[in-house]
């Protein structure tokens, strides 16, 4: 590990750090809105460390604790993590080695790790980050998120304390930075009129998977943008390292 | 929310993460799918954001809690830090509910 640490630029770890910090905030009000919403502790606990995804596992609790059934909330999360399929294909030269360091690895890639593992100019750097930045997320996502699950336990009125708009107001502070792309943008805008039309008509958990239909607008990807990936980080919707996205 | 589902979302997740460093070499996504995956993600966020902002169940949410997400949302597009994002939003429902706003 400390090979590792030493392998990286200061300014690097400093940046790792910003983000850690941003991540543990997004964590703790995860595990308060969770529990104060009335899911048990090993919810937001459990779900942390499995999935590891915030911005699902948002999703999912966010599903479930509007009445919502299971299936949804896991297919909706499931949807919303497809992106990690193409950033896998992106690091898999760096995430290289004996099958267990891939597995092991595999479980620490999120925007964050994949935007700070392209940043870095060559592979033993990129190496480096990726274990870095995965590692230090997985360990403060996860005191976080307990954190904050313990504390929410203590709140009375959640209600008369504003927290639900709290949800809303996580998920908004995430999605912002990606809709600076005009397509991404009117499909979302489209999306989100579907969802809040269908509410009154389809069970709970229904409305937000029919928001897909804002695909039609996706429009195809951006080939200028593609063509000059050398920084590839840089390329609509890849991740960006200081923006406060969640994995 | 089932220990059932949180395996499910985990397993699939993990099965998202693991395919391009166990195929890596012998498999790449093309540009067209990577395009759409980042816009489904945040159509769905977006989607979350204003059905959790407007609606409670089956009926309008009321008036404070999408007003505090809109405070929210003013503060974000003005990059400011994310606790303070966050608080604005409850404060403002908050308050506003105090006031006797529904």
Do not use: K
């Amino acid at each position: 590990m400390r090979s590792l640490l030493r392998t990286l630029e200061r300014a690097t770890l400093r940046d790792i750090a910003l983000v850690c910090l941003a991540d543990a905030l997004v964590g703790a009000s995860f595990g308060a809105i969770s529990v104060s919403g009335g899911l048990p502790l090993w919810v937001p606990v459990a779900m942390s460390v499995l999935v590891f995804a915030g911005g699902s596992q948002f999703a999912a609790v966010g599903i479930v604790l509007s009445g919502g059934g299971a299936l949804a909330a896991v297919v909706t999360g499931l949807v919303l993590n497809a992106r990690l399929l193409p950033f896998g294909f992106t690091v898999a030269d760096t995430l290289d080695g004996p099958v267990w360091r891939r597995l092991l690895g595999a479980q620490l890639l999120t925007d964050e790790s994949v935007a700070f593992t392209l940043l870095q100019p060559d592979p033993r750097r990129r190496r480096a980050a990726y274990w870095v930045c995965g590692l230090a997320l997985f360990l403060i996502w996860n005191a976080s998120v307990l954190v904050g699950a313990l504390a929410g336990g203590l709140i009375g009125d959640t209600d008369a304390l504003g927290l639900d708009a709290a949800f809303p107001a996580v998920l908004l502070a995430l999605v912002l930075p990606s809709l600076t792309d005009r397509r991404t943008r009117t499909a979302a805008l489209t999306g989100a009129a579907v969802a809040v039309a269908a509410t009154p008509f389809v069970p709970a958990g229904l409305p937000v998977l029919l928001a897909l239909a804002g695909l039609l607008f996706a429009g195809r990807p951006d080939t200028a943008a593609a063509a000059t990936s050398t920084d590839a980080a840089a390329a609509e919707g890849e991740p960006r390292p200081l923006a406060e996205e969640v994995h | 929310m089932s220990l059932l589902a949180v395996l499910l979302l985990a397993a699939g997740t993990y099965a998202f993460r693991l395919a391009g460093p166990l195929l890596g070499g012998r498999l790449t996504v093309s540009d067209r799918l990577r395009h759409l995956l980042a816009v489904a993600a945040a159509v769905l966020l977006v989607a979350l954001v204003a059905t959790g902002a407007l609606t409670d169940g089956r009926d309008f949410a009321g008036w404070a809690r999408p007003a505090g997400v809109l405070v929210a949302g003013v503060l974000a597009l003005r990059r400011a830090p994310f606790p303070l994002v966050v608080v604005a939003a409850a404060g403002t429902t908050a308050v506003l509910r105090l006031c006797g706003v529904a």
